[in-house]
């Protein structure tokens, strides 16, 4: 009786050995080789997320802090993999630095239990027992490549700008690599609808912060800048919404000129004596218009950030600093 062989030609069994071997490479120090793909490159720190598909019902509800990162097209994942890895340690330490200030502001019995709860939630945090490290920050599905959007829980705002702020520290100081993938990380205080009411408040809201955080200077006048970024948003959509729009004003804000002096007159409003100056501003005030996935026709979801000059450069335009250097990232762009 004539007995099959399932097994497959051992020259076929060598070629699919090599290519594991190959695959599976390491170091003699136990270090997988470099010839990874570009989204597997940071698999060892953390797995990419799924997408969060809740997430744009929850902004047009909501106001939601995060982040959003540019990258190279076709490398978002990468990208999402190593902004994960930034984001996490200071998320973390401004966490921590959070609970330190709390406990030293009201050193009694309450501060006690504070302090204990500190600690249990770094073990959770860390172990993933309570809280993981996948549900401190959500990914948003967008509709344009090069961009990487999280953002936090909305009854959850961590100091967004001090995390950026920190990480530029870090980047300065040596202490942190310059990364391969995210270009620039702009820090989202807020969001709200593209609605002039909703953006003067939410603008008014955090200027009044920036002020009161900000060491005041006598006999100085403050100046502001404003940065507009509509993304994904062309000109040619913008005038398909007019046309179709029985409402005139639902877009009106896409329009440059318009966002300008809405924000303007928002910080205005908190700073009387505040001018414009493109060139050294005090406050700069950005708004990025984000292409979200799901959201319904004619609706529009706007993220605002009020920085200091420190984080922003504007030339060629307003706009957060980024990671690595213009000649770094030519170098890159060239390889």
């Not at 003699?28 to 698999?43: C, L, N, R």
């Not at 809740?54 to 540019?70: D, E, Q």
């Not at 993981?132 to 700008?161: Q, W």
């Not at 218009?289 to 335009?317: E, F, H, Q, W």
């Amino acid at each position: 009786m004539e007995q099959r062989v399932n097994s497959e030609p051992p020259a076929e069994n060598q070629k699919k050995k090599k290519m594991a071997e190959d695959e599976g490479k390491t170091t003699a120090e136990g270090e997988k080789i470099e010839e990874m793909k570009p989204w597997e490159q940071h698999s060892a720190v953390i797995s990419i997320p799924r997408f969060d598909y809740n997430a744009s019902s929850s902004l047009l509800r909501h106001s939601h802090s995060g982040f959003l990162i540019t990258c190279p097209i076709k490398r978002e994942k990468s990208a999402t993999k190593e902004a994960i890895s930034i984001l996490e340690k200071y998320i973390l330490s401004n966490h921590d630095a959070k609970r330190r200030k709390t406990c030293m502001d009201d050193a009694n019995a309450e501060c006690k239990g504070s302090r204990e709860g500190a600690a249990n939630e770094h073990v959770n945090l860390e172990s993933g027992t309570s809280m993981e490290k996948s549900d401190i920050l959500s990914l948003v599905k967008l509709t344009r490549s090069g961009l990487v959007l999280f953002k936090f829980p909305f009854d959850k705002s961590p100091a967004v700008v001090d995390i950026v702020s920190q990480i530029f520290q870090s980047l300065e100081s040596g202490i942190l690599k310059s990364p391969l993938w995210c270009n620039r990380i702009l820090p989202i205080q807020g969001t709200c609808c593209l609605d002039e009411k909703e953006l003067k408040k939410i603008v008014t809201k955090l200027v009044e912060q920036f002020m009161n955080n900000r060491q005041k200077e006598t006999g100085n006048t403050v100046k502001f800048a404003v940065g507009y970024n509509r993304r994904g948003i062309e000109e040619t959509e913008m005038k398909n919404l007019r046309n179709t729009s029985s409402d005139p004003d639902i877009f009106a804000l896409l329009d440059r000129n318009k966002c300008f002096s809405v924000v303007a007159a928002a910080v205005k409003e908190v700073v009387p004596d505040s001018i414009v100056d493109l060139k050294d501003p005090e406050i700069c005030v950005l708004v990025e218009v984000l292409p979200l996935s799901g959201v319904p026709d004619r609706t529009a979801i706007v993220g605002v950030s009020v920085l200091p000059r420190a984080l922003v450069t504007t030339k060629p335009r307003l706009s957060i600093k980024a990671l690595v250097s213009d000649t770094k990232e030519t170098n890159k762009k060239k390889r």
